[in-house]
């Protein structure tokens, strides 16, 4: 998993205005009284900041940079240095349009694996369209623990291969939170390099050096989430149904199918009892490197308790849920305790057998109070020995 400070946030949709902040075009909320980081940094070099009453993102067509060099660490990759840009504006009046964001950047780790990623989300006026892209480069020297769901630490492969990603999806409002649209996604996998024989990855990649899967995308989704990086009181059901063709540059010819629901159940201004469902189905062929994997999903947190990749297999259900607590009245601090179970299916049985869980606890530090965004500090413990600390900037689901 990719646990650097960058993770999933950059990853996810950035948000319309803080939730629930618009009724009938106006502003209700009071992030006046709220603190983040930004706020404790100037408070500590006796700095005054001049702002206006929220937000200078609210003027349609206001471009906000911000760069966000950082450090990080990853249980596949180590110690992480990451350098992230982030594009924010409004196409719109943010009363009935959302935020939209141009994210790019590079991460490093000292295990010499380098991610560049180039990621889109750009809403039109009044949400009716959103363009989503997300396009990477890896260069990804990491470890493969096999198919199946009870595999263990100890027996890997170290594997070797560039990677490139190219998502592109236009979505089209059609009905209140409705959405549907249609896309293209490549996965191109090249240079494989397999540096031992533990685990069946040879016997399944059959001696690959490069695969591409290529193929038309079809999205259904309903979304009542208003602030992505936090939600609160809000739903999201979503299906991705993938075709990869020869005829578009597949290997093979293999079908995809991806079903998520998230629901969340707002207690309190600072409380949050949430729920994520995640799950994969492949049939036909699919190559090695684009079977589901834990932490290959979206966001890259699916599995907490457990290194990426750890379980991986032809077709994978995964649950979590999670209770956000706050610790302080001003939402400077809060915090978290989660548990999720993820199984994939054996192979080549291709049966559902057993089940990986994990739980742990975690730190919220508020980190922008306009969109909400939390830095998040977790712990999880898993199956087998298995545990480790997992950050993101933005909540994992």
């Known amino acids: 998993m990719v646990i650097s400070i960058y993770a999933s946030a ?7 205005p803080p939730q629930d902040s618009y009724v009938q075009g106006k502003r209700t909320d009071s992030i006046a009284e709220q603190k983040d980081l930004a706020d404790i940094f100037n408070k500590l070099i006796k700095r005054s900041v001049k702002s206006g009453p929220d937000s200078s993102l609210e003027k349609p067509g206001k471009v906000f940079f911000s760069l966000a060099p950082a450090a990080g660490y990853t249980l596949e990759g180590g110690p ?21 964001v141009f994210t790019f950047g590079a991460q490093y780790s000292v295990d010499k694996q380098l991610i560049l990623p180039v990621i889109s989300n750009i809403w039109s006026k009044d949400n009716r369209f959103d363009w989503l892209g ?27 291969y560039s990677y490139v990603k190219v998502y592109q999806e236009v979505l089209r409002h059609f009905s209140s939170n409705y959405y549907a649209g249609i896309g293209y996604n490549l996965d191109d996998h090249y240079s494989i390099v397999d540096y031992g024989d533990a685990t069946d990855f040879q016997q399944y990649n059959k001696g690959a050096t ?37 005829f578009l540059g597949s290997d093979q010819n ?13 207690l309190s201004s600072h409380d949050v009892l949430a729920f994520w469902s995640w799950n994969e189905f492949t049939n036909g062929p699919a190559p090695y490197f684009d079977l589901p994997s834990n932490q290959w999903d979206t966001y890259s947190n699916t599995g907490r308790g457990y290194i990426q990749g750890f379980y991986r297999g032809k077709s994978m259900v995964y649950m979590e849920g999670e209770y ?16 999720n179970a993820g199984s994939v299916t054996q192979w080549p049985s291709n049966k559902f057998e057993y089940i990986d869980p994990g739980e742990g606890l975690g730190l919220r530090v508020k980190f922008n109070k306009y969109s909400d965004v939390n830095l998040c500090i977790d712990y999880a413990v898993g199956l087998y ?3 480790g600390f997992f950050f993101n900037l933005g909540e994992v689901f």
Not at 84 to 99: D, G, K, Q, R
Not at 259 to 265: D, G, L, P, T
Not at 324 to 339: D, E, K, P, Q, S
């Open 210 to 246: 490069t695969t591409i899967s290529s193929g038309p995308v079809i999205h259904l989704m309903y979304d009542s989430r208003t602030n992505i990086n936090n939600p609160k009181d809000a739903l999201l059901a979503s299906i991705i149904y993938r075709t990869n063709f020869t």
């Open 10 to 16: 950059q990853i996810n949709k950035l948000p319309s």
């Open 254 to 266: 293999w079908q995809y199918l991806l079903v998520e629901i998230r629901k969340y159940f707002k």
């Open 80 to 100: 992480t240095a990451t350098v992230i840009m982030n594009a924010s504006f409004y196409t719109n009046n943010p009363a009935n349009t959302n935020l939209s």
């Open 324 to 339: 956000r607590f706050g610790i302080t009245r001003n939402g400077l601090f809060g915090g978290v305790v989660f548990a």
């Open 134 to 160: 997300d396009w990477r480069y890896y260069n990804y020297p990491s470890k493969t623990y096999g198919l199946g769901t009870n595999n263990s630490l100890s027996t890997i492969d170290q594997v070797n």
């Open 385 to 387: 020995g298995s545990h």
